[in-house]
């Protein structure tokens, strides 16, 4: 079993930058790959990013690519989605999520672990 902690949402201005924590325990994580999805009221939840936690590859959405940044801390099981110029459309609820192996998939049903979700707003 594996558990997710987020950490890190708010309130931002467009334009702005904003960086979200997830720390995973339960597990030695090396094999699997951490999910970033989002939601807002009434729509699915949408993929965002992913990382491969053994080689660190990373795999973006189109709306984010450019914008969003992975990075993992390996020592602490620890992933981070930092994001810049953010804008209106990047308001929802922010969700880290995990799966074993190495493969991305873009389907939140591919993941099985998620973390509590936390509320990011870009307002002025």
């Known amino acids: 079993q594996v558990q997710l902690v987020e950490s890190g949402g708010g309130l931002v201005r467009p334009g702005g930058s904003l960086r979200l924590s997830c720390a995973a325990s339960?597990?030695?994580?090396?094999?699997?790959?951490m999910g970033w999805f989002r939601q807002t009221p009434g729509k699915e939840r949408e993929f965002v990013a992913s990382?491969?936690?053994?080689?660190?590859?990373?795999y973006y959405s189109d709306s984010v690519k450019g914008r969003f940044t992975l990075s993992k801390d390996n020592g602490r099981y620890t992933g981070y989605l930092q994001m810049n110029n953010m804008k209106a459309g990047d308001t929802a609820v922010y969700y880290c999520s995990a799966r074993l192996g190495a493969h991305w998939f873009s389907s939140p049903n591919d993941y099985p672990y998620w973390g509590q979700g936390t509320q990011v707003t870009v307002s002025s």
């Open positions: 990382i491969n936690w053994r080689n660190g590859r990373t």
């Open positions: 339960g597990r030695t994580f090396d094999t699997y790959t």
